[in-house]
């Protein structure tokens, strides 16, 4: 008899990065925590240089690094658009192919669908 094998669980987390204004950061956050979409998300500062409508840009900004199950990636896109202020926001998912198996499983626990 063969045993299928059970998914591997770091294949259902994905991490999704998205640059913010500092002032719009913990509020962002916060929702997406209050939703349950998104078990923890780590702010940090950091200096984007980017052209935006043919002009160079530097600003400051926060970086959300926000982990959750691949399966909420839509629906988090869909309020990161509804709650960013910038016209076209940073928003990507990237997936997870490895990771301590107790804090894969807190993730998942911490967003139910």
Same mark, same amino acid.
């Given at each position: 008899?063969?045993k #299928?094998?059970?998914?591997?669980?770091?294949?259902?987390? &994905? $991490?999704?990065?998205?640059t $913010?204004?500092?002032?719009? #950061?913990? !509020?962002? %956050?916060?929702?997406?925590?209050?939703?349950?979409?998104? %078990? &923890?998300?780590?702010?940090? *500062?950091?200096? #984007?240089?980017?052209?935006?409508?043919?002009?160079? &840009?530097?600003?400051? !900004?926060?970086?959300?690094?926000?982990?959750?199950?691949?399966?909420?990636?839509?629906?988090?896109?869909? !309020?990161?658009r509804?709650?960013?202020?910038?016209?076209?926001? !940073?928003?990507?998912?990237? *997936? $997870?192919?490895?990771?301590?198996? *107790?804090?894969?499983?807190?993730?998942?626990?911490?967003?139910? $669908?």
């Open positions: 008899m063969v #299928s094998k059970s998914p591997d669980p770091a294949q259902e987390i &994905c $991490v999704i990065v998205s $913010v204004p500092p002032s719009k #950061s913990a !509020e962002i %956050a916060r929702a997406l925590l209050d939703r349950h979409l998104v %078990a &923890c998300v780590n702010m940090t *500062p950091v200096r #984007s240089w980017y052209r935006w409508e043919g002009e160079f &840009c530097d600003d400051e !900004e926060h970086l959300l690094i926000m982990k959750t199950r691949k399966e909420n990636t839509e629906h988090i896109i869909r !309020e990161l509804a709650l960013h202020p910038y016209d076209v926001p !940073e928003i990507l998912a990237l *997936p $997870v192919t490895a990771g301590y198996l *107790p804090y894969l499983a807190w993730i998942h626990g911490e967003t139910p $669908v």
